[in-house]
Nanobody
Framework: QVQLVESGGGLVQPGGSLRLSCVASGITFSDYNGNWYRQTPGKEREVVATIPSGGGLAGYGDFVKGRFTISRDNSKNTMYLQMNSLKPEDTAVYSC?????????WGQGTQVTVSS
């Protein structure tokens, strides 16, 4: 059974930081590319960041503007999203995915709330 489990969300003040983790099981994680998505009610889901299966060159949504960093440790079957300089508009449910050209697996999501 494939599982992706996110953790690290919570309530943080504007300007603060959070580090999200996504632990994969049931797959050979190093065979899969990774994404972080986010979604808020009433808005379309958007890609936050993407990282290739072996790590290396990552891609980010325009709204990130150098504030977030995606990384992965395939030896731990884990992907991370370091989020700095958080803004209230970053409030959302953040979900991770592991994907290839033919399949995609989703985590259940973790809530991030940025508020004073």
């Amino acid at each position: 059974q494939v599982q992706l489990v996110e953790s690290g969300g919570g309530l943080v003040q504007p300007g603060g930081s959070l580090r999200l983790s996504c632990v994969a099981s049931g797959i050979t994680f190093s065979d899969y590319n990774g994404n972080w998505y986010r979604q808020t009610p009433g808005k379309e889901r958007e890609v936050v960041a993407t990282i290739p299966s072996g790590g290396g060159l990552a891609g980010y949504g325009d709204f990130v503007k150098g504030r977030f960093t995606i990384s992965r440790d395939n030896s731990k079957n884990t992907m991370y999203l370091q989020m700095n300089s958080l803004k209230p508009e970053d409030t959302a449910v953040y979900s991770c995915t592991a994907f290839t050209w033919s399949r995609i697996y989703w985590g259940q999501g973790t809530q991030v709330t940025v508020s004073s």
